[in-house]
Structures are given as structure tokens and as C-alpha cells.
């Protein structure tokens, strides 16, 4: 296998919303906020719901691999519910290996609110469900180790059973990838994401806001100062300044594509990350892998919706 992903199995409700939605809800706009079921249905009953379809960052990149032509996997947990089964038969229908045995849990399956504002930005409420209880004995070490690379979302951490799933992972894994995801899961657990990034990933994804929280820089000049020194490989996306990738000393960089019809901005993060790590493990340059990750995130946001039909 090319690529196995593990990340929350969230199924998206996306919905068109306005700001005052928003404000009124005390969101803050462009980030993800975790809530409980009470809350989620709260919101869910005030809204008409646009489409329900298979999410999660991780997944979302993983489908995107496997329509570039990669063999993929994926490890996520969901309930044996009528939202489990539609998850599992979403990422089936894009020829991904769902790594995961689903069996009939206390808690739902995870599911998230996506609200999408006139501008086309998006911000998530996340009830976990199900997805936030992963284990250890979720883990399939064997897929793993028959795996070059590992792919991880900064989402999946958390204190407790997650963290041990997350730890052992890694340890079984060839070679590590990770999106820091959102300025949320960053500003949660700064100091353990820097411990990832500076000596336990190979590969970092992150937007301009999260890798500037997450090593407090005073302006982007910093964040290059920090990348090139840790010898990993950091790949940024900077929204219409484009996008770039430091290893070392190497800078290389991406114009953003312009002209596009934006309709809805989820997914783009994850169709690049997707769109890059398919040029990494087929052995393209670093420019060639950005420039398959531009397009790749270009075309997402011109739908509604996080996958590429």
C-alpha cells in the first residue's frame, strides 16, 4: 500500500448559512469548534442541510489519493449505525481499504457540521462520536508496516486512548505525515505538536496561521527561520500567496491559481495535501508535488463539498 491514513471518520452535514449565524452561535469563523451530541442536534434542527457526505480531513485526502490512481487505506472508527455504513460504502465507492471492523458502539458515529458563509469560508462544529474514542487496539500494525508512508490529522490528537493510537502509529510507521489541521488543535496542544514536528514527523502540512501559532512568530520571515532549521520537510499552503515547501535550506514555491469560481473552501487543505503526497510517493520533485496539490485544491473549492466527484 502507498498511503494509509488514520484520522476522525466524520460524516459532513453542510449547510449554507449567514454570518449572523455565526456571531449569534458564538463561532468563530474559518476554525473548528468540538461540541457535544445536545448541542450538535441544537444547531443541526435550525439549519437546511445542502448535502451529507463522508468526511474527515485525513479521509477526504486519502479519497483524493486513491482517484490519482494510488493504493490507499484507511483507520477510522465508526459505529455500526446507519451513519457508520454510509461512511464505510462512501470511502468503498472510491476504491480506498476501509482498515476498520465496525461493530455497534454506545456512542454514534462523529459527525460535522459544516457552515458554509457568502464568502465561501467554512467553519466546522464537530460532535466526535464514536471517532474520538479510537485505541490502541484499533491500530492495524501490520498495515503499517506494509505501508511507505503513514498519514495522520492533527484533529485525531488528544489526551488519553487517542494520543496511545496516535504514539503507536507512528512507532510501527515507515515514514510519517501530518496536517496540524486547524489553529484550534494547534493552540490545544502546542507544545506536543512541536514535539511532533521538530523530531517525530517526516512531513508537516499546515495553513500560514497554524505553523505561525504554533512556534509564536512575529511575522512569516520567522517561520522560514524555524523550518530551515529543523531538517524536516514543511509544506505551506498561504491561500492566494500560493503555497511552498522548506526542507533544509530549499525553499521552493507555488503561485496560488487564479480566476476560480470559489464555492466552498472545505476540503481545500486536504485535496492539497492529498494532491502533494501523491507526487512525493511517486517521486516527483518538490515543485511538481506542489503543483499537483494546487490543482488538486483548486478544483475542490469550485464544488460544494470536500471530494472530487
Given at each position: 500500500m502507498k498511503i494509509l491514513g488514520i484520522g476522525n471518520a466524520i460524516v459532513d452535514v453542510i449547510c449554507k448559512v449567514e454570518d449572523k449565524f455565526i456571531t449569534q452561535n458564538n463561532l468563530t469563523k474559518s476554525t473548528m469548534k468540538l461540541v457535544d451530541e445536545t448541542e450538535f442536534k441544537r444547531l443541526l434542527s435550525t439549519l437546511k442541510v445542502e448535502e451529507t457526505v463522508?468526511?474527515?480531513?485525513v479521509a477526504n485526502s486519502i479519497v483524493g489519493l486513491s482517484q490519482l490512481g494510488n493504493k490507499v487505506g484507511f483507520i477510522g472508527k465508526v459505529s455500526d449505525d446507519n451513519l457508520g455504513n454510509k461512511y464505510e460504502e462512501g470511502l468503498?465507492?472510491?476504491?480506498?481499504?476501509?482498515?476498520?471492523?465496525?461493530?455497534?458502539?454506545?456512542?454514534?458515529?462523529?459527525?460535522?457540521?459544516?457552515?458554509?458563509?457568502?464568502?465561501?469560508?467554512?467553519?466546522?462544529?464537530?460532535?466526535?462520536?464514536?471517532?474520538?474514542k479510537i485505541n490502541e487496539n484499533d491500530i492495524d500494525v501490520n498495515a503499517l508496516k506494509n505501508s511507505?508512508?503513514?498519514?495522520?490529522?492533527?484533529?485525531?490528537?488528544?489526551?488519553?486512548?487517542?494520543?496511545?493510537?496516535f504514539e503507536k502509529a507512528i512507532s510501527s510507521s515507515n515514514k510519517v505525515a501530518m496536517?496540524?489541521?486547524d489553529l484550534f488543535c494547534v493552540?490545544?496542544?502546542?507544545?506536543?505538536?512541536?514535539?511532533?514536528v521538530k523530531n517525530k514527523l517526516d512531513i508537516t502540512f499546515a495553513n500560514e496561521q497554524e505553523i505561525?501559532?504554533?512556534?509564536?512568530?512575529?511575522?512569516?520571515?520567522?517561520?522560514?527561520?524555524?523550518?530551515?532549521?529543523?531538517n524536516k520537510l514543511i509544506v505551506i499552503t498561504r491561500g492566494e500567496k500560493g503555497a511552498l515547501a522548506v526542507y533544509k535550506n530549499e525553499v521552493v514555491e507555488c503561485p496560488?491559481?487564479?480566476?476560480?469560481?470559489?464555492?466552498?473552501?472545505?476540503?481545500?487543505?486536504?485535496?492539497?495535501?492529498?494532491?502533494?503526497?501523491?507526487?512525493?510517493?511517486?517521486?516527483k520533485s518538490t515543485k511538481e508535488s506542489l503543483v499537483i496539490g494546487t490543482e488538486m485544491s483548486s478544483k475542490v473549492i469550485q464544488i460544494v463539498g470536500a471530494r472530487l466527484n
Amino acid at each position: 500500500m502507498k498511503i494509509l491514513g488514520i484520522g476522525n471518520a466524520i460524516v459532513d452535514v453542510i449547510c449554507k448559512v449567514e454570518d449572523k449565524f455565526i456571531t449569534q452561535n458564538n463561532l468563530t469563523k474559518s476554525t473548528m469548534k468540538l461540541v457535544d451530541e445536545t448541542e450538535f442536534k441544537r444547531l443541526l434542527s435550525t439549519l437546511k442541510v445542502e448535502e451529507t457526505v463522508s468526511g474527515g480531513s485525513v479521509a477526504n485526502s486519502i479519497v483524493g489519493l486513491s482517484q490519482l490512481g494510488n493504493k490507499v487505506g484507511f483507520i477510522g472508527k465508526v459505529s455500526d449505525d446507519n451513519l457508520g455504513n454510509k461512511y464505510e460504502e462512501g470511502l468503498k465507492k472510491e476504491n480506498v481499504q476501509f482498515l476498520y471492523s465496525k461493530k455497534k458502539e454506545v456512542i454514534p458515529t462523529g459527525t460535522c457540521l459544516i457552515l458554509v458563509t457568502p464568502d465561501s469560508e467554512r467553519t466546522m462544529v464537530t460532535f466526535l462520536g464514536t471517532a474520538g474514542k479510537i485505541n490502541e487496539n484499533d491500530i492495524d500494525v501490520n498495515a503499517l508496516k506494509n505501508s511507505e508512508i503513514l498519514f495522520l490529522e492533527g484533529y485525531l490528537w488528544d489526551e488519553g486512548e487517542p494520543k496511545k493510537a496516535f504514539e503507536k502509529a507512528i512507532s510501527s510507521s515507515n515514514k510519517v505525515a501530518m496536517s496540524l489541521s486547524d489553529l484550534f488543535c494547534v493552540e490545544r496542544h502546542k507544545p506536543n505538536f512541536i514535539e511532533l514536528v521538530k523530531n517525530k514527523l517526516d512531513i508537516t502540512f499546515a495553513n500560514e496561521q497554524e505553523i505561525t501559532s504554533l512556534i509564536d512568530a512575529k511575522n512569516f520571515d520567522d517561520v522560514i527561520n524555524f523550518t530551515k532549521k529543523i531538517n524536516k520537510l514543511i509544506v505551506i499552503t498561504r491561500g492566494e500567496k500560493g503555497a511552498l515547501a522548506v526542507y533544509k535550506n530549499e525553499v521552493v514555491e507555488c503561485p496560488a491559481k487564479n480566476n476560480l469560481k470559489i464555492k466552498d473552501l472545505t476540503g481545500a487543505g486536504d485535496l492539497f495535501a492529498g494532491g502533494f503526497l501523491h507526487g512525493f510517493i511517486n517521486s516527483k520533485s518538490t515543485k511538481e508535488s506542489l503543483v499537483i496539490g494546487t490543482e488538486m485544491s483548486s478544483k475542490v473549492i469550485q464544488i460544494v463539498g470536500a471530494r472530487l466527484n
